[in-house]
């Protein structure tokens, strides 16, 4: 892992948004299935070259929030950037997450995981290039810490059958506790590059967490970076 603390939070979204497209640009020639994260890391996406976006792009989201509310769930609001709108025009593909008709929460895991299989099988030479936040409590993804019940997270997100779950957080775990989110083996195995992005003061005793050389991921979800390949993460956090 390779990080980069900067002294404003517009500095640190300048050099994440530059190793985002180094990461595309060195992609061109595969498929690539670029997945972003919602919250403050979606900001990255305005900054994305379009010069490296075409029909070889499928876009996604990294994980979603169960809601028909646009203003909520990850996938409408990724649609709904000029970034997404310019990438329509030249042709890429998506993995729709948005809620239609009566699915449900298991229901829209399922297809998800179809979706994430299906891109795989088709392009098994491709890339997969994400961006990635950290939440406050230690999140990422959609992967939210249980550390009052490590058997439980385990059995939700360490599933090695499994890239994609569906589950309803313990109340008052999360503001949006229905969640829909890739796995720990998924972001372990399947990402060939994260960018992660994390600013803000309130998010620094989670980042002490992620640095810390003893923790589990059970309390601190966000750790997982440590075990994925070609991470960069840009901070504003001294």
């Not at 019940?149 to 939700?156: D, G």
């Not at 059958?161 to 313990?170: E, F, I, P, Q």
């Amino acid at each position: 892992m390779k990080v980069s603390k900067s002294a404003s939070r517009e500095a640190a979204m300048r050099k994440a948004i530059t190793r985002l497209n180094k990461c595309l640009r060195s992609a061109t020639r595969k498929q690539v299935l670029l997945m972003l994260s919602g919250g403050s890391a979606l900001e990255l996406a305005a900054g994305i070259d379009m010069r490296h976006i075409g029909k070889h792009i499928t876009i996604a989201a990294l994980d979603e929030r169960y809601s028909r509310d646009p203003a909520v769930n990850n996938f409408s609001q990724i649609t709904e950037t000029e970034f997404y709108k310019k990438a329509e025009r030249k042709g890429v593909d998506c993995i729709d997450t948005r809620i239609y008709r009566r699915i449900s929460l298991y229901g829209l895991a399922r297809k998800f995981e179809r979706g994430l299989r299906g891109w795989k099988k088709k392009h098994p030479a491709g890339r997969v290039i994400i961006t990635q936040g950290i939440g406050e409590d230690g999140h990422t993804a959609g992967i939210l810490p249980y550390r009052e019940h490590p058997k439980k997270f385990a059995q939700l997100f360490e599933r090695s059958s499994r890239w994609v779950v569906g589950y309803n957080a313990t109340k008052g775990k999360n503001k949006y506790p229905r969640r829909v989110t890739v796995t720990l083996p998924f972001l372990r195995e399947q990402v060939d590059c994260v960018v992660v992005y994390a600013t803000g003061s309130k998010k620094r005793g989670a980042l002490r967490r992620v640095f810390a050389e003893k923790g589990n991921l059970a309390k601190t979800p966000a750790r997982v970076i440590r075990q994925m390949k070609n991470v960069f993460l840009f901070t504003d956090i001294p």
